[in-house]
């Protein structure tokens, strides 16, 4: 194997079949914690407070991860610290949220890597009527990104990583087709905005009932009107507020949904 060079990996990859499968690896664990990260510094709601976050980092729980890797508690927790103490990752946990930098994160992402010597591939995999490439001039890092980030399927990506990163409180989602079809025809134009509010809304975060609020009907139209208007802010609504109608018209919508 190789001992230097990298390859592209999209974000988009979770959503293969391939990563359905339960429980992860230590190695399909480690790279959806590098998935994780935040590629920019950004500014999350955590406990009703403005937090920064900076580049390679990303709030979650034991908890999720747990659910995510498929694992028990005390095995995500036993492989955090086996992370820790080979100088991966370095993580903070408090009563309710976990913070979580990958160490050295240029050092998958940034352009140093991508000058490292070329892998030319083996000659069994080239067709009779292919040849290796000539050497093109490379890219500017801001150029790469560009390409990626400001592609339509890297628009509707950054949304789902925008809910993930604000939405502690509610779990993780990934891309499925119907959302992306969702999300391509949506006149939203602050995610942000959105999201933060289901976050701060404690009843959206399931914060006074078991029931909370999915991805799936946070980005339905009428639902996502009302909340940016403010009807599910906490000074302006409460459990008694919500009919027993509404709250079965949302489970029905997040069961067809789901479906």
């Known amino acids: 194997m190789a001992a ?6 999209y974000r988009s990859l979770l959503d293969c079949w391939l ?10 664990a480690f790279e959806y914690i590098l ?30 991860l ?5 694992w028990s508690r005390d095995k995500t927790k036993r492989f955090l610290d086996l992370l820790k103490s080979d100088a991966k990752i370095a993580y903070q946990t408090s009563h309710r949220n976990t ?3 990958v160490l050295n994160y240029s050092k998958y992402q940034d352009e140093a890597v ?11 995999h080239l067709k009779a009527t292919q040849k290796p490439l000539a050497d093109t001039k490379e890219e500017s890092k801001e150029s790469k990104e560009s390409k990626i980030y400001n592609s339509p399927d890297g628009e509707l990506q950054k949304i789902i990583e925008l809910f993930n990163s604000i939405c502690v409180s509610l779990p993780n989602i990934q891309m499925t087709d119907s959302r992306r079809r969702v999300l391509k025809n949506s006149k939203i134009k602050d995610w942000e905005q959105l999201f933060v509010k289901v976050e701060a809304s404690d009843f959206l975060s399931g914060r006074v009932k078991d029931w909370k609020a999915s991805f799936d009907w946070i980005i339905k139209p009428s639902n996502a ?5 403010g009807n599910y802010d906490n000074k302006q609504h409460t459990v008694s507020d919500v009919s027993g109608t509404e709250k079965m018209a949302a489970a029905l919508g997040e069961f067809i949904n789901g479906n």
């Open 99 to 101: 913070l979580v930098k």
């Open 4 to 9: 230097y060079g990298y390859i592209k990996a």
């Open 35 to 64: 998935f994780s990260a935040c590629f920019r510094p950004c500014k999350l709601l955590i406990d009703k407070k403005i937090v920064e976050v900076d580049r390679g980092e990303f709030y979650t729980s034991i908890r999720k």
């Open 19 to 28: 990563w359905e499968d339960r429980p992860y690896s230590y190695g399909q």
């Open 114 to 124: 991508e000058k490292e010597p070329p892998i030319e591939p083996l000659k069994s």
């Open 66 to 70: 747990s659910e995510q890797f498929g």
């Open 225 to 229: 009107v009302k909340i940016l208007e």
